[in-house]
Structures are given as structure tokens and as C-alpha cells.
């Protein structure tokens, strides 16, 4: 590989750290062919890309963007890697990742690392804290939830007191009549 061609790989992955802010690094070594094209199908199926790249060109593209991914040199960015891609939310890879693993029966692709709003989360261990996470959106709608929750609850108060009260009234006035 040219130097230049190099440099449009670095340039490229530069872009797609930029702009998708949730990456895992795996690795897929020993996966067959076939295995590895199953594999990318379903990522394409779900919307992510996944992309197998040396490590020190991943390292180079990472130092061209905003963040400290240091501690991904010595325990991430070794052996075999390959980047997966999603800008939908930090958990659809590791639910993907899972979900590949239960229908082909592998424990591969193994988890490395990833990168979830320039959060990093490091061995394979952090894969279920992943799939935990919440998205952005799903926590904005909680809070919002938490919020309505109380004013709901006074209204529907009101609401319930006015028509208690209008039944009393109704009541005394019957039997006045």
C-alpha cells in the first residue's frame, strides 16, 4: 500500500469518526469467510457499516479527531481489528454483536472497545454495559416522563375532586326536591 493510499484510508476513517459517534473495534479473526459475510450483511441489514482496518491507520485517524483515545493503543488497537459504525444509537452494535453471536454460535467477533459520545469502554466485559445504555432520546423522554408525571397527577386530581363535588351537589339537590 502507497503512502497516498494511506492517506485517503486515514483521511476517510478521519471523516467517519467525525461524523458517526458510536464505533466499536473488534476483532473477527479465525471467522471464515462466509462467517465474516454474514456478519457484514447484518450489519448492513441494521443500518451500521463494518469495516476491517490496520491499526495504526485507525490510531492516525483517531489523533485527527477531537479526544483522548489513548488508552486505546496498548489494549484495543493490537492483533486483528475492525471498526463497526452507527450513528443511530451507542447499544444497536452491541445488540448486533450479541445477535450474531446466538444465531452463528461464535464467540466471535470478540469486543475491544468502543467509542459511545467520546465515552471509551475497554474488554469485552463493557459489552453488556453497552447493551444497557440508554440512548440520548430515551433518557430525554424519561426525564420529560418524570416531569409530567406530578402535573398529571394534579389534574387528574382536579378533574376527579370537580366531578365528586358536582355528585355531592347533585345529590343535596335531590333530595331537597
Do not use: H, W
Request: glycine content about 8%; charged content about 25%.
Amino acid at each position: 500500500m502507497t503512502r497516498e493510499e494511506k492517506a485517503v484510508i486515514i483521511q476517510d476513517l478521519t471523516e467517519k469518526f467525525r461524523q458517526k459517534p458510536f464505533f466499536y473495534i473488534m476483532d473477527a479473526s479465525g471467522m471464515s469467510v462466509k462467517e465474516t459475510n454474514a456478519f457484514r450483511r447484518m450489519c448492513f441489514e441494521k443500518g451500521m457499516e463494518y469495516q476491517v482496518v490496520k491499526n495504526t491507520l485507525i490510531r492516525k485517524a483517531l489523533e485527527n479527531i477531537e479526544g483522548d483515545y489513548t488508552p486505546f493503543n496498548d489494549k484495543v488497537l493490537t492483533g486483528f481489528s475492525g471498526v463497526l459504525f452507527s450513528t443511530e444509537s451507542g447499544k444497536a452494535p452491541a445488540a448486533l454483536i450479541k445477535e450474531f453471536r446466538k444465531k452463528s454460535g461464535l464467540e466471535k467477533p470478540a469486543f475491544k472497545g468502543a467509542s459511545v459520545e467520546s465515552s471509551l469502554f475497554i474488554g469485552e466485559n463493557n459489552l453488556d454495559t453497552l447493551l444497557n445504555l440508554k440512548s440520548k432520546q430515551e433518557l430525554i423522554g424519561e426525564i420529560i416522563g418524570l416531569l409530567q408525571s406530578p402535573a398529571k397527577n394534579v389534574v387528574s386530581a382536579l378533574q376527579s375532586g370537580g366531578n365528586k363535588l358536582a355528585g355531592i351537589v347533585k345529590t343535596l339537590q335531590e333530595r331537597e326536591g
